[in-house]
């Protein structure tokens, strides 16, 4: 298969590319063409991991939560890399799957709770350029999350900013993982939600 982004997938070798190879297969049963494209500055790759498995390991926000959120601003850049994979892994995790697949067009759908629905609203306003959070945005989430699960909702959206951004800038594009696992497709947004394409 050709490849389709913007910087050609380097051949990933070395101790640490066979880890990363080994690593991928096992989670994704194959390696991200996102993964060679990183590999031609490995430490950028390895040390983006890394912040990763430590966003990954916080713990004050619900992770349904902190699934839609990501979801939601990966949507809103168009990050279809980042928004097949946050759904893959909503299916590993054992989070609730229904509610991911709608997440791209949480507006219409009926499936989310109001405070859901603020998280999603929140992760899109703050990816948009320039960011649209309100103080009403932000004192609704800290009365009903707490300010410590408010500053770890809104590093996971900045995580998620940076790494979307960066994929969409580099060509990086789904590779169906929640396909391979045999999720229902993802819900498609409406032309109205202001969500880029990929």
Not at 15 to 22: I, M, P, S
Not at 26 to 47: N, T
Not at 129 to 147: I, K, N, R, Y
Request: charged content about 20%; hydrophobic content about 45%.
């Amino acid at each position: 298969m050709a490849s389709s982004t913007r910087v050609p997938a380097a051949e990933i070798t070395g101790v640490y590319g066979t880890l990363l190879k080994t690593i991928s297969r096992r989670m994704f049963g194959q390696v991200p063409e996102g993964a060679g494209v990183m590999w031609h500055h490995p430490a950028v790759l390895k040390d983006s991991m890394s912040f990763g498995r430590k966003v990954d390991s916080w713990n004050r926000l619900d992770p349904n939560l902190a699934s839609f959120a990501s979801m939601a601003a990966a949507a809103t850049i168009g990050c279809s890399f980042c928004l097949d994979l946050h759904y893959f892994l909503t299916h590993n995790r054992g989070l609730d799957e229904a509610k991911a697949r709608e997440v791209p067009r949480w507006r219409e759908s009926t499936a989310f709770t109001p405070l859901e629905r603020q998280v999603m609203e929140y992760a899109e306003a703050m990816s948009q350029t320039p960011p649209a959070v309100t103080d009403e945005m932000s004192a609704a989430l800290l009365a009903e999350l707490g300010a410590p699960a408010l500053v770890e909702l809104t590093a996971r959206i900045g995580f998620m900013n940076s790494s979307a951004r960066g994929n969409v800038a580099l060509g990086i594009r789904s590779q169906e993982f929640s396909a391979s696992c045999g999720l229902p497709p993802l819900a498609a947004a409406s032309p109205a939600d202001g969500v880029a394409s990929a």
